[in-house]
């Protein structure tokens, strides 16, 4: 019977700690066998110990059972138009989607019940041999949250895409069926809603920043389990997720897993601060690092998705990189910030307003800009339409252009570039006093880099065979004189390091060149 064992279990765990504690003196072990009444007299009782009360910890117990209600799951069924796998962003080890278990997985049965074939191989060719397979059904869990008494629930744009059935199951176990108002996938985030409600327990969006060392409580449905509760802080914020075009995800150190994408993070008001999006991880499972997508950013995108089932974003028109110390160096910057133009976009907004190739924008409306990506998001949060002011640094000086911005999806896809013909007569190359061994280009502008010398600057920044080398400080290089006279200038004018525009692959970028004297 169950008591039986029970209770011989005790004995023997009793017993058992009797004899370990003997092995170091005699008394722990008579206290064990049967004692004797002299000795029973002289025992005495073991002191209760009584711990002070904690009253310093963290307790998330109110606010859970306040905001639980309204975080959800969301089940999907669909059939499969992309492999899983693809989904992933930023490389193998940021996870956006179902991870690859091993055999012995704890969690790979349970996962094998939505229809994912996790296991080993099952490579992009979906069959054995790499065969193309047709797609197959599948079913798939995510996490949401209310942000209307009427329904609207926002979640990730992975979560639902391909989906053809949507249900929302509710903290109480209730289910419905949701229809998609819309999805962003350079976001990650969709909206779908559920009709015949009006009193629907709802969260709303955090107004304020939160900070980085603030306490945040996720909840979720991980591996389909649903209505789990952790709890971490903002280990920091403005995190570039490589392969996202609008990055600044908050990075988050509560445990975030699989099936907690599209659920919410909440501040200590009950306020939702970030969508949890992405998980960093090598194994699949929560390593302590995960990424959501800020409250800001939400409220803007869930906003156009409710009004219009899509989103517009402006449109400035220009390549862009950041400015590193030796890029601001070369251009007589004092900080290594903005966004360098590489090259405008032909009949773009910024084209036409006049923005050039080399131009540092350093701010947008009096607003100061970072880098390049925070150039993107703060275009990108401005509607199509709007007249913005740029602050740009050219040659030396600051000065205002008024862009009206275009509407992103509009842009036009780049013009494929002229073939033209080689030159009959090419030049034999030539070395220059930067380590640079250069040769006019027979197949278009500029110089050809034909070698590098490995001890010079040149080869320290990057510089390597087979770039084209097409400005230097801003000025068009089609001869190795015209390289010299250019270096010259940079060192007439007092500076120590070349603004290079250079080219690789098709892809163009400024580089800070130092320009002391080399090998010639």
Do not use: C
Request: charged share 20%; glycine share 12%; no cysteine.
């Amino acid at each position: 019977m169950p008591s039986t064992k029970f209770n011989a279990r005790r004995w023997l765990g009793a017993s058992a700690l009797a004899i370990l504690a003997g092995i170091g003196g005699g008394t722990a072990f008579v206290a064990a066998t049967a004692p004797s009444t002299a000795q029973t007299a002289t025992l005495l009782p073991a002191a209760q110990i009584t711990p002070p009360a904690v009253t310093n910890a963290p307790n998330f117990a109110d606010l859970v059972e306040a905001v639980k209600p309204a975080v959800v799951s969301i089940i999907v069924e669909g059939g499969e138009k992309d492999n899983p796998r693809q989904l992933q962003r930023g490389g193998p080890q940021f996870r956006f989607n179902f991870p690859d278990l091993p055999d012995d997985h704890p969690f790979k049965d349970f996962m094998d019940q939505f229809g994912q074939q996790f296991g080993q191989g099952g490579g992009q060719g979906g069959g054995q041999g790499g065969q193309q397979q047709p797609p197959r059904k599948f079913m798939a869990a995510g996490s949401g949250f209310a942000i209307s008494a009427d329904g609207y629930i926002v979640t990730n744009n992975h979560v639902v895409e391909n989906a053809d059935k949507v249900t929302v199951v509710f903290d109480d176990g209730k289910e419905m069926t949701a229809k998609v108002v819309g999805t962003d996938a350079k976001t990650d985030l969709a909206v779908v809603k559920v009709e015949g409600v009006t009193d629907l327990p709802f969260v709303k969006l955090a107004e304020n920043e939160i900070r980085v060392g603030e306490w945040v409580v996720a909840v979720g449905n991980p591996f389909g389990l649903g209505g789990t509760v952790t709890a971490g802080i903002v280990s920091a914020r403005g995190r570039d997720i490589a392969g996202s075009a609008y990055g600044d995800f908050l990075q988050i150190d509560a445990a975030v897993n699989t099936g907690n994408s599209g659920g919410p993070d909440f501040n200590m008001q009950g306020e939702v601060v970030g969508v949890n999006t992405a998980i960093f991880s090598p194994n699949g499972g929560n390593v302590g690092i995960a990424f959501a997508i800020p409250a800001s950013v939400v409220k803007q995108v869930t906003t156009q998705l409710i009004e219009n089932g899509t989103v517009t974003r402006g449109f400035l028109g220009v390549g862009i990189q950041d400015v590193s110390r030796d890029i601001a160096d070369s251009v007589g910057l004092k900080d290594a910030a903005g966004a360098l133009v590489t090259e405008p976009t032909k009949d773009s907004p910024a084209d036409k307003a006049g923005v050039k190739s080399g131009d540092v924008i350093t701010a947008v409306d009096g607003k100061s800009v970072s880098n390049a990506l925070d150039l993107s998001r703060t275009i990108a949060g401005k509607n199509p339409g709007t007249a913005v002011e740029l602050s740009v640094w050219r040659d030396g000086k600051e000065q205002k252009i008024s862009v009206t911005l275009g509407k992103l999806d509009e842009a036009a896809a780049p013009s494929e570039e002229q073939q033209q013909a080689p030159a009959e007569e090419p030049a034999a190359p030539a070395p220059t006093s930067v380590g640079l061994t250069l040769v006019p280009n027979s197949g278009g502008e500029g110089l050809l880099i034909q070698d590098v010398d490995p001890n010079s600057a040149a080869a320290e920044k990057g510089f390597a065979v087979g770039d084209t080398i097409l400005e230097v400080n801003n000025q068009p290089v089609s001869s190795v004189a015209d390289f010299e006279k250019a270096v010259q200038g940079v060192k007439d004018a007092g500076r120590s390091t070349a603004l290079v525009k250079a080219q690789r692959d098709g892809n163009t970028r400024f580089i800070g060149l130092p320009i002391t004297e080399g090998k010639s």
